[in-house]
């Protein structure tokens, strides 16, 4: 556990980056520092691995204080990514990785064994390891970087706003490794980004920092969304906190309905017994059940072929409500479709049965304090 | 009577290939000097260069020393040495020592220096001590920019190496110095031929260096 | 006699005089650099594919002892101060082509596309944005292409009376006058150092916006 003990930073200009932070970091989780720009999220990062001394307090790992070890011993244990990977573009990829390893005193060949295996981890091809870092993308040298800093398999990770150069969707790749990685390898990470939705995605702790280096709130992100301990929080959190802690919800527990989902190739007698008052449309599958699109059942039945495209799907039993939700939010029809692993039409939900399940669950985490259906802190559906 | 003309004639003298006097000889003293003077310069420039661009301090100071050796005039220092201390070698190496430093240890300095920052944390971070950030990092990255400021000091001694003729030493100057006082322009064309040439060489010699020194993933950042 | 301000008559110059003569050849041929190297560097600047042979020739060319330029020169104009300016003049256009280059090169893309998306034409641009940009650049090779022709000029002594100040050093040694070559040397020095530091002011007045 590393603690951070009534830490201030002052610089010799008078600025307080920090100003007298406690912090717990549990071991084996993702602590996640969010704030904006200037908080002193950067000068908290980086004190833990002393690349900055605190003015005051002090900052214990396990139990010792990290000033009773020699400086660069303490560091090697602890890695460490930054913006832009922070390549040494004069090492090729797996030179880059070894880097650590050898400092240790590890020999070359080990070294080089532990980088290729580590290189397979975070997701990059074999291929790549004799090259520089010039030779790679944006996203490919962030994953370079996360390699590199678990080389020697330190204890600790400390992450300053690695992902926030690469464009969303290879970013929410490298987040969703992460979480995969830190599920397999149990590390401790302290994570610094300016992304609450980043935030919330990947942290089991959340530190919400305001301009002068203060603690907003320390929480679990479903806590921080349910219950913003004030304004400050509230804002930065954003307008749409309410529906994106439904992230946190699983539809699990969600009626699905399913009568009508009829194969394109159903006869008209199956498409009668389909159509029920309560739902105008039919949800039309192939022959081996993955949704096409919704039909209106009376123009079904008199012959046409005509299909309403039904938006997206969500998996049933592993999605949030968010997800389902949305898929209703984004369904012409106003009807949610869920589908099975395999993409299998499982039962369609109107929205109407979605908020009720969303009350109903807002009822339960009042009742017992924490999100339904939900054991820990992640969300759902990442 | 053109330059090719001179040029031709003193190189087709067989007289002048052989002996110490010979084209042989001259060039070898040339290239002594050439890298004595380099030797000494870079003892000098190359670490403090180093060591001021890693720390960031005294950069200042160092452009004022830089531009003072600047300001020194070769030739007159030489003359000066040599009215003080009679012939000899100190007084051709001082000048040259002086003219090859500043190009060096600016270099140097602003090489280091614009090493990003960033790599320069990562490796701090990675638990990496000042001599291995010295060492491991900043020396690999800044060195196209650190081996371009050794050539141009390189190529300047070169040139200027000549001067050691004026107070009677060897070298290819003896060419042009006994060429302008014979009034003999085939020797004075000769020389300066055989002073670019190995000014070439130089060049050449450094962009291998280059080649060889530099890894592929800097020289290609270079581009 | 003897002392450091007595200058030999045979130099026909007083000390000012003598500094006159230095200045004149060793600024002249810089002027003339410049006013050279700034269109050669606009176009090296512009066609890309033309500075490495630039670079290239210029670099050979700066290879060439001064010694041996200046006596070649005086085949076709004789023992004048033009026989030392115009090797000068070469060597200020080494410093200078890469400095002016790099200086515009250094104009970020943003601020030459936000120029020409104001209807700066290419001309105007460059008068008004990209020089001013690459004024700190183009000072910093103007310092040293200074310095170096300032310290150069005493060569010109080897060919007769020609090198200003260096001119001094034939008397130190004929007259075996240690205390002429410590004024050559010292008054070569301190002139180049001033002039360096007059630069330094110029640039500071010529680009306030500058940092530092
Ligand atoms: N070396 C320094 N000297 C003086 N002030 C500094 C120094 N480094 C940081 N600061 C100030 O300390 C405060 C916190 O900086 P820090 O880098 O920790 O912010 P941050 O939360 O990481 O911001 P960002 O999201 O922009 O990276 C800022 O106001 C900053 O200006
Ligand atoms: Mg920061």
Known sequence: MILIDAVTKRYPDGTTAVDRLTLEIPDGSITVLVGPSGCGKTTTLRMINRM????EGRITLDGADIR?????SLRRTMGYVIQHAGLFPHRTIVENIATVPRLLGWDRREARTRALELMERVGLDRSLAKRYPYQLSGGQQQRVGVARALAADPPVMLMDEPFSAVDPIVRKG?????????????????????????AI???DMVAVLREGGKLAQYAPPAELLSAPADGFVEDFLGLDRGIRRLSFFTAAGLELNTVPIVAVDSTAEQLAARTVPQTPYLLVTDTEGRPLGWADAKQRAAGSEALIPFGHSFTAGRDSLRAALDSAVLSPTGWAVAVDENGRAVGVAAQETIAAAIRTAHLEQQATGSASGVADAAPVDA | ????????????????????????????EHVQYTLMALGIAGVIGLPLGLVTGHTGRGGNALALVATAARALPSFGLLVLLTVLMGLGLTPVMVPLVALAVPPMLVTTYEAIRSVDRSLVDAARGMGMGPLRVMFQVELPVALPLILSGIRSSAVQIVSTATIAAYVSFGGLGRYIVDGLYQVDYNKVVGGAVLVAALAVVTLGVFWVAGRVLVSPGVRRQQR | MGGFFDIPSDLQASWWGLIGLHLEEALVPVLFGLLIALPLAQLCARFRWLYPPMLGITTVLYALPSLAFIVLLINWTGLSTTTVEIPLTIYSLVVLIPAIVDGVRSVPEETHAAATAMGFGPIRRYIQVELPIAVPAIFAGLRVATVSSISLVSVGALIGNEGGLGNLLSDALHYHRPILAWNSVLTTAVLAILIDGLLVLLRRLLTPWAVR
């Open chain 1, 174 to 198: 490298l987040q969703d490794e992460l979480i995969r990685i830190q599920g397999e390898l149990g590390k401790t990470i302290v994570f610094v980004t300016h992304d609450i939705d980043e």
């Open chain 1, 201 to 203: 995605k990947i942290g």
């Open chain 2, 1 to 28: 009577m053109n330059l090719f003309h001179y040029a031709n004639v003193f190189f087709s003298d067989n007289a002048n290939w052989s002996g110490a006097d010979g084209i042989p000889t001259r060039l070898w």
């Open chain 1, 52 to 55: 900055i001394e605190p003015t």
């Open chain 1, 68 to 72: 009773e070890q020699p400086v660069n």
